[in-house]
Nanobody
Framework: QLQLVESGGGLVQPGGSLRLSCVAS????????IGWFRQAPGKEPEGLSC??????????HYADSAEGRFTISRDMHTNTVYLQMTSLKPEDTGVYYC????????????????????WGQGTQVTVSS
């Protein structure tokens, strides 16, 4: 059974950095597409980035809001996907979720969380001085 557990959130000052982790269990990462999403209070989840194995090559996408500031990566040994976030802004505040699926087509520049089969419980990120 596929399970996802996020960690790494917290309170950070504007301009600071955080690294979020998403540990997948039940399936090896090379079978999965993993996306990172952010949900601000009262808003729909926003896709930030995704990673997966395409046709012989790795597929990575970033939303415009994440491009240049966030970096997605994965460790196949620990079955963990990371989201390194830098130059954080107050508008980055929200609950961050990772989600997983088996279809690489779901990894796009604007991934949609509700199309993914499994979500984690989320980790809160607050950017404030």
């Amino acid at each position: 059974q596929l399970q996802l557990v996020e960690s790494g959130g917290g309170l950070v000052q504007p301009g600071g950095s955080l690294r979020l982790s998403c540990v997948a269990s039940g399936f090896a990462l090379h079978h999965l597409v993993i996306g990172w999403f952010r949900q601000a209070p009262g808003k729909e989840p926003e896709g930030l980035s995704c990673i997966g194995d395409g046709d012989g090559s790795i597929v990575i996408h970033y939303a415009d809001s994440a491009e240049g500031r966030f970096t997605i990566s994965r460790d196949m040994h620990t079955n963990t996907v990371y989201l390194q976030m830098t130059s954080l802004k107050p508008e980055d505040t929200g609950v961050y979720y990772c989600a997983a699926d088996w279809k690489i087509d779901l990894c796009t520049k604007t991934p949609h969380m509700r199309r993914y089969s499994k979500w984690g419980q989320g980790t809160q990120v607050t950017v404030s001085s």
